[in-house]
């Protein structure tokens, strides 16, 4: 299906992202998106811990290591997720439309349908 073809190019193209500075992709393919969620986790529990200050290592599209806090590792894995999942109601809208237009029998309004 074309959309979910969309959906998926989303993700290997990942999210821009400013990382002290310079310039990378975080990359939001289905097998980065465990590691994203690992990352955040451990963030997360870093900060509850008191410890927002510890250093963890990102490593982008660009295959250059990024030495983050974990309150900054934090803010990048939730931009990250909000990216995904953005991606994901992008998909579903349009999964939504389709399913209207084929209950409605209208060609036209399928063929209007895009990413």
């Known amino acids: 299906m074309e959309i979910e073809t969309a959906r998926d190019e989303a993700f290997t193209k990942g999210k821009p992202y ?13 097998q980065d998106q465990i590691n ?3 990352l955040s986790a451990k963030a997360q529990r870093l900060i509850a811990a008191g410890k927002g200050d510890t250093i963890m290592t990102f490593r982008g599209q660009s295959n ?3 030495e983050l806090t974990a309150e900054e590792m934090d803010v990048l894995s939730l ?3 909000e990216h995904i999942e953005g991606i994901y109601q992008r998909s579903w809208a349009r999964k939504d439309d389709i399913d209207t237009a084929m209950r409605e029998r209208n060609r036209d309004k399928i063929d209007r349908i895009s990413w």
Do not use: S
Not at 18 to 30: K, L
């Open 18 to 30: 400013d990382i002290a500075g310079e310039q990378d992709i975080v990359q939001t393919r289905p």
């Open 36 to 38: 994203l969620l690992a």
């Open 64 to 66: 250059v290591n990024h």
């Open 79 to 81: 931009a990250a997720l």
